[in-house]
């Protein structure tokens, strides 16, 4: 049986914009060369949320449905991989919550009332 080698591991960073007072839009970028130190812009939000908060959740989001095994991370297919299609991860992220049967509850609070979240990566202690 043979064993598929991985690509490399992508550095893809989450940041939040602010085009306009209220309206956060998340970005996924990408690192360019590490000497130089740039990231480059390739998938956006297609509409602002009304949070901070709303908008680093959706933005993970996305993130996370553009890789197809979350324990490895997101892997290059070649040494000079393109950036994945917005439309394949976001077509994904749509299935999976159409499969979804349920409405997601909200999650737990800690002793002090707060919500105990860390966006889609599950709960914090």
Same mark, same amino acid.
């Given at each position: ?9 992508r550095q893809?960073s989450?940041?939040? *914009?602010e085009?306009k007072?209220?309206?956060?839009e998340w970005v996924?970028?990408e690192?360019g ?5 740039t990231? /480059?812009?390739?998938q956006r939000?297609r509409?602002?949320?009304n949070t901070?908060?709303?908008a680093?959740a959706?933005?993970l989001?996305?993130? *996370?449905s553009?890789?197809?095994d979350?324990?490895?991370?997101p892997r290059s297919?070649t040494?000079?991989?393109t950036?994945?299609e917005?439309?394949?991860a ?5 299935a999976k919550?159409?499969?979804?049967? /349920? ?5 737990p609070?800690d ?5 105990? /979240? ?8």
């Amino acid at each position: 049986m043979a064993v598929k080698k991985q690509g490399a591991l992508r550095q893809i960073s989450v940041h939040i *914009e602010e085009p306009k007072s209220g309206a956060f839009e998340w970005v996924l970028s990408e690192a360019g060369d590490p000497d130089v130190g740039t990231w /480059t812009p390739f998938q956006r939000a297609r509409r602002p949320a009304n949070t901070y908060k709303a908008a680093m959740a959706d933005g993970l989001v996305a993130l *996370e449905s553009m890789i197809d095994d979350l324990d490895n991370g997101p892997r290059s297919s070649t040494s000079h991989d393109t950036h994945p299609e917005p439309d394949r991860a976001m077509k994904r992220e749509r299935a999976k919550r159409g499969a979804q049967a /349920t409405p997601s509850k909200d999650p737990p609070e800690d002793s002090a009332g707060r919500n105990r /979240t860390a966006f889609g990566f599950g709960l914090m202690p």
